[in-house]
């Protein structure tokens, strides 16, 4: 595979009124192009940061990403508006707007675009197929539930056809069985559109079943990285071999208590 998001040497800290914050302390990572990538880490290990330094919403201190060969942090605030359009982000919390419908949510990041009428409705019908809302577009945010909700937060992240998709925790607020819809929604749109997926969060069982290849953030440093099977069966860090063991304590309580058979 080819090479499509390479991060070097990236940092950030925030000011705080107790003194300065490092939250990335020198992350380096690479992303090859169409893979579903996950990133995992404790809270406050940097996960949201970095995601947030990737789609130009946080200006890093110092380092460089590159997606698909563009330097982002040293484009312009226009130009990283125009980037900002290959790179969609799906969130934990959703981010709908409760007074509007379903369709009006998913066609928001058009319309703030000023495209044409026709355009955003042939959009927004592609996609809500797509994700499965058709027969929702005329609903509002407070009649769908978690994962249906999240739906349309997929939906408009996809609307303006982009490059990457970030998933920052976007299954943390779900429930199992719904976790596994939105999981297989994500692999089977990075099947049929070939987007590259990063997918960052605190759950392993997630990044065991829809990544090839993952990392380890602590402390703001990516502390292991490789392929999903080799850092299940041999973590190498602290923070793998707490997730690790955490993970397979988990599955065992689950098969003793008869949940998994």
Same mark, same amino acid.
């Given at each position: 595979?080819?090479?499509?998001?390479?991060?070097?040497?990236?940092?950030?800290?925030?000011?705080?009124?107790?003194? =300065?914050?490092?939250?990335?302390?020198?992350?380096?990572? =690479?992303?090859?192009?169409?893979?579903?990538?996950?990133?995992?880490?404790?809270?406050?290990?940097?996960?949201?940061?970095?995601?947030?330094?990737?789609?130009?919403?946080?200006?890093?201190?110092?380092?460089?990403?590159?997606?698909?060969?563009?330097?982002?942090?040293?484009? =312009?605030?226009?130009?990283?508006?125009?980037?900002?359009?290959?790179?969609?982000?799906?969130?934990?919390?959703?981010?709908?707007?409760?007074?509007?419908?379903?369709?009006?949510?998913?066609?928001?990041?058009?319309?703030?675009?000023?495209?044409?009428?026709?355009?955003?409705?042939?959009?927004?019908?592609?996609?809500?197929?797509?994700?499965?809302?058709?027969?929702?577009?005329?609903?509002?945010?407070?009649?769908? =539930?978690?994962?249906?909700?999240?739906?349309?937060?997929?939906?408009?992240?996809?609307?303006?056809?982009?490059?990457?998709?970030?998933?920052?925790?976007?299954?943390?607020?779900?429930?199992?069985?719904?976790?596994?819809?939105?999981?297989?929604?994500?692999?089977?749109?990075?099947?049929?559109?070939?987007?590259?997926?990063?997918?960052?969060?605190?759950?392993?069982?997630?990044?065991?079943?829809?990544?090839?290849?993952?990392?380890?953030?602590?402390?703001?440093?990516?502390?292991?990285?490789?392929?999903?099977?080799?850092?299940?069966?041999?973590?190498?860090?602290?923070?793998?071999?707490?997730?690790?063991?955490?993970?397979?304590?988990?599955?065992?309580?689950?098969?003793?208590?008869?949940?998994?058979?």
């Amino acid at each position: 595979m080819e090479e499509y998001i390479k991060i070097q040497d990236l940092t950030k800290t925030f000011q705080t009124k107790n003194g =300065s914050l490092p939250v990335l302390r020198g992350v380096d990572l =690479s992303v090859n192009q169409g893979e579903i990538f996950g990133i995992i880490g404790f809270s406050g290990a940097g996960k949201s940061t970095l995601a947030r330094c990737v789609n130009g919403l946080e200006k890093p201190d110092a380092g460089s990403i590159k997606v698909a060969g563009e330097e982002v942090t040293a484009l =312009s605030k226009k130009q990283m508006r125009q980037e900002r359009r290959h790179i969609g982000m799906v969130f934990q919390n959703f981010n709908l707007f409760e007074a509007k419908t379903v369709y009006e949510n998913i066609a928001y990041p058009l319309r703030i675009r000023h495209e044409k009428r026709a355009i955003i409705d042939e959009k927004v019908k592609e996609v809500a197929q797509l994700v499965g809302l058709s027969d929702k577009l005329s609903s509002y945010p407070g009649g769908l =539930s978690g994962g249906q909700k999240q739906r349309v937060g997929i939906a408009r992240a996809l609307i303006g056809e982009p490059d990457v998709l970030i998933s920052d925790e976007a299954t943390s607020a779900l429930d199992p069985q719904t976790t596994l819809q939105i999981l297989d929604l994500l692999r089977d749109i990075n099947e049929k559109k070939g987007i590259t997926i990063l997918m960052i969060t605190h759950e392993l069982d997630a990044i065991k079943y829809s990544c090839d290849r993952m990392a380890v953030l602590e402390d703001g440093k990516i502390i292991e990285e490789g392929p999903v099977v080799d850092i299940f069966q041999n973590p190498h860090s602290r923070t793998g071999e707490l997730f690790t063991k955490v993970f397979f304590r988990f599955q065992n309580d689950e098969f003793q208590s008869g949940a998994g058979i």
